[in-house]
């Protein structure tokens, strides 16, 4: 098989209340890959709120997409090598790791594709069913706003509720979490997040006023560059860490995980360079005793939970317009089964291109 053309494309998606207070849209640099066989595999990477998502889109075009032209596209690891060392000095991380994963999504749908196979089954099938918790509590929801949202994650089964701690004040973030624990009720525990705003001796102060509340973690608590400062953190607070959001790569989190900076793990398929890196990350956490619970994306992320043993949940924000994307799977009961169609099972929607495309 040979790719034969690979077309990117920028989509602006608005969000809905009160994600929208927020973000007020999402940006999705998209691509599609043809190949002589008629084969076409989807690929995208979610820039929240947009930011960046141009510069994406134009490294994408220019630096990787010749890569990939005339190449054997069920060759994944091969072109994955060959993306990610094609260019070592103004790369990095960043922009160019959404713009591999794009691609390397892309890629593995069309292998998915031509073996017939959901890519859960293809890795190694672990679980067709995952359990997700609800995200979202931002710092511009009223408290109304959050324990609305927080209720409408209960009302469809989840069992968990993620919320942000981004006020400078931190008993103002304890009296948030407090009201949405107490409307939440017994039988929904929940997690907080930083967002790498404070440094290590307010996370120890901010946690320390949390301790007593039973939550699941306490996530991405300094800048991500920081890994020292991480397990500082995780070493000096008695709630479990999460982070690995904005982490990228294998090195990354081996040295989370040597470190001991955090319990849970969270890559983002769309950032941390694909399908092919965060299946690396996530199993080579299973040899730590270290949990994977991938950030956002649940509709692609859900094919790596299915494959993985060290799996945790996976993260619902649910702003996605109906008419986005074909395939998106349903929430029953606070879980999600995973599609069984080949690849990853997502199409654009047939109106998708024309109504939200904004670039060439
Ligand atoms: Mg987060």
Known sequence: MKITAVESMLLRVPTPKPIALEFPQ???????????????GLGYSLAMGGGGAEAIQVYLETRLKPLLIGQDPLFVERLWE????ADRGIKRQGVAGYAISALDIGLWDIVGKASNQPLYTLWGGMTDRVPVYGSGGWPAYSLDDLINEALRYKAQGCRYYKMKIHDPDPRVNRERVVAVKKALGDGVRMMVDVNQKLDVLGNIRQAAMLEDLDLVWYEEPVLADDLAACAEVAHAIKIPVATGENNYTRYEFRELIERRAARYLMPDVCRANGFSETLKIARLAAAHQVLVSPHVVHELSLQVLGALSNGFLAEWIDWAPADLLEGMPKCEDGHFRISDRPGHGLALGPDAVKKYRVSP
């Open 26 to 40: 999402q940006g999705l640099v998209t691509t599609l890959i043809h190949t002589d066989q008629g084969v076409t």
């Open 82 to 85: 060959r993306m990610y060392r």
